[in-house]
Nanobody, 115 residues
Framework: QVYLVESGGGLVQAGESLRLSCTASGINFKIYTMNWHRQAPGKQRELVASIESSGRTNYTDAVAGRFTISRNNARNTVFLQMNSLKPEDTAVYYC?????????WGRGTQVTVSS
């Protein structure tokens, strides 16, 4: 069974930082691309950042330059460092990977940014 467990969300003011973590179990973590998605109220879920097994990263334009995705394969953990947070970053953030042909999701962690 594949489990993805997020942590690190919270309530912050605009301009502050948060670091999200997602720890995986049940997969050979180091070979998989890991993703962070988010879903704001009334909006569709969107891909925020990805990190491949090689360490190559990709970001959506809205967060490029402010967010950094990284991974620690020894700890089966992927991180999302979020700096200069804006109220529009408010959303539930989900960890995701695609393993054995199926999408695997965590339960999400709430990030709320007040203005």
């Amino acid at each position: 069974q594949v489990y993805l467990v997020e942590s690190g969300g919270g309530l912050v003011q605009a301009g502050e930082s948060l670091r999200l973590s997602c720890t995986a179990s049940g997969i050979n973590f180091k070979i998989y691309t890991m993703n962070w998605h988010r879903q704001a109220p009334g909006k569709q879920r969107e891909l925020v950042a990805s990190i491949e097994s090689s360490g190559r990263t990709n970001y959506t334009d809205a967060v490029a330059g402010r967010f950094t995705i990284s991974r620690n394969n020894a700890r089966n953990t992927v991180f999302l460092q979020m700096n200069s947070l804006k109220p529009e970053d408010t959303a539930v953030y989900y960890c995701h990977t695609r393993a054995w042909g199926s999408d695997r999701w965590g339960r999400g962690t709430q990030v709320t940014v007040s203005s």
